[in-house]
């Protein structure tokens, strides 16, 4: 089965700043990713990518097995996207906004459109600009996913979201991943929101591949050790964060070990993220086999 989204020797730049660089990553169907990076890391220009609103520089991506560039019929119909500034027209009503998700997509589930408004009491005579931030989002993510999406492409869906509005927005995404089996790539600062919905991790860094897999895989590769400070050239494994006080000492390795006596400790999906985030020049990316020939 063809990868949802994938990319070999991506790249993006705009004047002589590379914003993707040399990108290799194949995101398997069906998961739901996170997408997390620093400011400026390139997260928008790879979705943006993905769906050809970009050109690349160098390499391909590909959705599906197609190019968004050479057969954008098929990758757009295929994919919901849903970009960061949450676009829709301020001055249709929420009825005239599915009426042009109709217009726009053959596949448009017009019942699916209209249960989601009514089921999140958004009125379909109420005119968008006068919505909440949290009920304009949900009308963006029904026209993403009223069209019947394989892939759904989220660009920081939930900022400027208060909690209960992340939550209840990001429930919903969830709902329709595990009901329609939808591939989500969704790229967020907020990794709390994220830890609850992500199965798989990407993370990128000045537009390169940081860490890429199978969150659970990733969590039980890395553990904190913890010992005396005075042992520390003992530990074993790829060190991605060390913290060292007097006495003692608290790294994060990927596939460590340490010396008898030490303390070993899970991460979560934070630890993972903020250490990776603090060192930039740290990589875990997935076996080259992932990627087939
Ligand atoms: P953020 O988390 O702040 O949204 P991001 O990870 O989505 O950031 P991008 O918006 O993809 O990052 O930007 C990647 C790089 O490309 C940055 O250095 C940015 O300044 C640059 N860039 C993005 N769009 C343009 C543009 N239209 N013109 C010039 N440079 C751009």
Redesign the pocket.
């Known amino acids: 089965m063809n990868a949802a989204l994938e990319a070999r020797g991506l790249g993006?730049r705009?004047?002589s700043?590379?914003?993707?660089r040399d990108l290799t990553l194949s995101i398997p169907a069906g998961r739901v990713v996170a997408l997390v990076?620093?400011?400026?890391?390139?997260?928008?220009?790879?979705?943006?990518l993905a769906v050809g609103l970009l050109t690349p520089n160098a390499g391909e991506p590909e959705i599906f097995g197609w190019s968004p560039r050479r057969n954008p019929t098929l990758v757009l119909a295929r994919v919901g996207f849903l970009a960061?500034d949450r676009p829709l027209y301020r001055h249709f009503t929420v009825a005239d906004t599915l009426r042009l998700g109709r217009e726009l997509n053959p596949r448009w589930d017009q019942p699916m459109a209209e249960g989601r408004m009514r089921r999140l009491e958004i009125p379909l005579d109420r005119q968008v600009r006068t919505l909440s931030g949290g009920q304009q989002a949900q009308v963006a993510l029904t026209l993403a996913l009223a069209k019947r999406p394989e892939l759904l492409l989220l660009?920081?869906p939930v900022v400027n979201l208060d909690p209960l509005a992340r939550r209840q927005f990001l429930s919903e995404v969830m709902e329709a991943a595990a009901a329609d089996g939808l591939t989500v790539v969704l790229?967020s600062?907020v990794v709390a929101d994220l830890e609850r919905v992500a199965d798989y991790l990407v993370i990128?860094a000045?537009?390169r591949l940081q860490v890429a897999g199978d969150l659970e895989r990733l969590l039980a590769d890395h553990r904190w050790l913890v010992g005396p400070a005075s042992e520390a050239g003992r530990v074993r494994g790829t060190v991605i964060q060390a913290g060292t006080g007097q006495r003692q000492c608290r790294i994060l390795t990927r596939d460590g070990s340490a010396p008898p006596g030490w303390m070993t400790a899970p991460v979560s999906l934070e630890d993972l993220v903020l250490a990776y985030l603090g060192n930039p020049s740290a990589g875990a990316l997935p076996a080259p086999a992932a990627i087939p020939a």
Request: hydrophobic share 25%.
């Open positions: 993006k705009y004047g700043t590379w914003a993707i990076g620093p400011n400026g890391a390139g997260k928008t220009t790879l979705l943006q960061q660009d920081e790229s600062h990128l000045s537009g």
